[in-house]
């Protein structure tokens, strides 16, 4: 497993207080993201999905956010998704 950081200057405060709510969800441990007393989120995710997140700019991640946030899929799904379609 890797991890990736969302840091909090790059969402915006919207978007930051739903990562909050999906990351209190369910009991510690069990839901991503988790919330960093910073303000940044982590992601436990796998070594290729770090990979291809690392190599996205910064709005791109912003796209990749807002689809979670919003939608009712998981994080990797989409970054998944989004993999298959480069």
Same mark, same amino acid.
């Given at each position: 497993?890797?991890?990736?950081?969302?840091? !909090?200057?790059?969402?915006?405060?919207?978007?930051?207080?739903?990562l909050k709510? /999906?990351a209190?969800?369910?009991? $510690? @441990?069990?839901?991503?993201?988790?919330?960093?007393?910073?303000?940044?989120?982590?992601?436990?995710?796998?070594?290729?999905? !770090?990979?291809?997140?690392?190599?996205?700019n910064?709005?791109?991640?912003?796209? /990749?956010?807002?689809?979670?946030? $919003? @939608?009712?899929?998981?994080?990797?799904?989409?970054?998944?998704?989004?993999?298959n379609?480069?």
């Amino acid at each position: 497993m890797a991890e990736i950081i969302i840091k !909090k200057r790059i969402v915006t405060a919207r978007i930051a207080e739903k990562l909050k709510n /999906i990351a209190v969800c369910v009991p $510690e @441990g069990s839901c991503l993201p988790v919330a960093l007393e910073n303000g940044d989120f982590t992601f436990d995710i796998t070594e290729d999905i !770090k990979t291809y997140w690392d190599s996205l700019n910064e709005s791109q991640q912003k796209s /990749i956010i807002r689809r979670y946030v $919003e @939608g009712n899929r998981g994080f990797e799904d989409i970054i998944k998704e989004e993999m298959n379609e480069v």
